[in-house]
């Protein structure tokens, strides 16, 4: 039997295409798993938050696949992520300053037909950036038909329109 295992996935950095295959198979499945633990906001949201948790998967993960590193301390070290998102996550829902903290905060930078400075500055953002969201959201290359422009946690600019 560990014959078999060993021909089929292999040990180490020598691996051969078939190896290669068949660990790319094994940690596909193990990445489905290791996201439905997680839940769906690492893959919804697309905040700065959740995303930390998609690029250290898919590092971690890939070193099973070419054998960098020990495949079962990998894959440990995959769940371990995984688990630290969601204890995070959960705590932040019953913290909001720890939200804050971690998910960032909504500023308004523009309202009332003007452009907020202060937030924008703290956003690292211009005038321009904002110009871009509300033609791309409204197909209009004025602002006069915007009530607002929120910049949002997970960095995309809302765009809420005046009534006619």
Do not use: Y
């Not at 919804?44 to 250290?56: A, E, H």
Request: aromatic share 6%; proline share 2%; with cysteine.
């Amino acid at each position: 039997m560990m014959d078999a295992i060993f021909v089929l996935f292999g040990e180490g950095r020598n691996l051969d295409p078939l190896q290669m295959g068949m660990r790319s198979i094994v940690v596909f499945l193990i990445a489905l798993v290791l996201i439905r633990v997680s839940g769906r906001r690492s893959f919804g949201q697309r905040s700065p938050f959740d995303s930390v948790v998609v690029i250290l998967l898919g590092a971690t993960l890939s070193r099973a696949i070419v054998g960098a590193s020990p495949f079962v301390a990998t894959v440990v070290a995959s769940l371990a992520i995984v688990l630290c998102h969601r204890m995070l996550a959960w705590a932040c829902m019953r913290s909001r300053g720890l939200e804050r903290l971690v998910g960032g905060v909504e500023r308004e930078v523009f309202s009332n037909g003007a452009f907020n400075a202060h937030e924008m500055d703290a956003a690292l953002i211009t005038s321009t950036d904002v110009q871009e969201s509300v033609r791309q959201k409204t197909g209009s290359r004025t602002m006069d038909n915007v009530a607002a422009a929120i910049l949002e946690r997970n960095g995309e600019v809302s765009v809420i329109r005046k009534n006619a």
